[in-house]
């Protein structure tokens, strides 16, 4: 059967659609916005807190965002997924820091400068919010200084996760210049051919 992916590419399911996109999944998208989830029954049965992404891969329903990538490159194997313990860690390690520590700035960031109607945005929370990640896009570029990808020797599903949501700080606007070593890494990340076909759908 064909992988479902439940939610838009214009919403957090991106990082499940540019997952199977590099492990060359088939894969069908639900379109469900987020705004729409809470109401949408189909979604409702699969996922009880009503939220986009979900996935149903064969009857295997499972919801919350990394928890679908880290399971989609467990199961699919291959150069995105763990060689080792270690690897394994550093995955978990760094996906869980760019929700911890990023994503609800830079969403917070892109929904004042981009996604919110014009009467509901306010420019000063944007700008808290990009300064607010100064210090976690510090820490990483400081980390990139002596490697390319953060879990490994290559591209993993570590890199995915983080820099989908770094695309977002990016979009709103966040300066990249002071960080050339993560600049220079989210390129790489988003230069993809999966990238590129996943943000078109964006379109």
């Known amino acids: 059967m064909t992988l479902k992916i439940f939610g838009i590419a214009r ?9 199977s996109e590099e492990l060359g999944l088939a894969y069908e998208v639900i379109d469900i916005a987020p705004s729409d989830a809470h109401k949408d029954e189909r979604l409702r049965a ?28 467990g199961k699919h194997r291959g150069e995105l997924s763990a060689d080792d313990a270690a690897e394994y860690g550093r995955i978990l390690q760094w996906s869980f820091w760019g929700v911890t520590e990023c994503e609800s700035f830079a969403l917070e960031a892109l929904r004042h400068r981009m996604l919110w109607p014009e009467e ?17 896009f510090a820490i990483l570029n400081s980390e990139l200084e002596a490697r390319e990808y953060l879990a490994a020797d290559r591209f993993t599903v570590a890199d995915l996760n983080v820099a989908s949501i770094l695309g977002w700080a990016k979009a709103a606007g966040m300066d990249l210049e002071p960080y050339p070593n993560l600049k220079a890494w989210l390129s790489r990340c988003t230069s993809r051919p999966a990238a590129r076909k996943a943000a078109s759908m964006m379109r």
């Open 11 to 19: 919403s957090r399911a991106f990082r499940n659609i540019w997952l």
């Open 46 to 73: 699969l996922n009880p807190n009503a939220r986009v992404p979900a996935i149903d891969d064969d009857g295997v329903v499972i919801w919350e965002l990394i928890a679908i990538n880290l399971y989609l490159a």
């Open 120 to 136: 509901r945005r306010v420019e000063a929370k944007a700008i808290e919010a990009l300064v607010a990640l100064e210090r976690p």
